[in-house]
């Protein structure tokens, strides 16, 4: 679990194992909608799984985040073999 990570050119929120990244959507996600799509497609092109969360939720029940983020990593790593 790592932060603020560099992939194709731009800094991910967290990096969870080796190809599961966790981006935080804040205000400045949703100002250009056209660049950050431009910007995770970039990501997942390189083989990244993106998932994507509001700071809103982050907030209110960083709790359900965390499960969330550890199911995502559980799986992929069963995908992955381990």
Do not use: C, T, W
């Amino acid at each position: 679990f790592r932060q603020q990570v560099p992939i194709a050119g731009y800094l991910v929120d967290f990096l969870v194992g080796e190809k599961v990244v966790v981006e935080v959507e804040g205000l400045q996600h949703y100002l250009n909608p056209e660049k950050e799509v431009r910007r995770l497609k970039k990501i997942e092109e390189r083989g990244y799984e993106v998932h994507r969360v509001d700071s809103n939720d982050v907030s209110k029940n960083p709790a359900a985040i965390a499960e969330y983020v550890r199911e995502v990593y559980l799986r992929r790593a069963g995908k992955d073999g381990g």
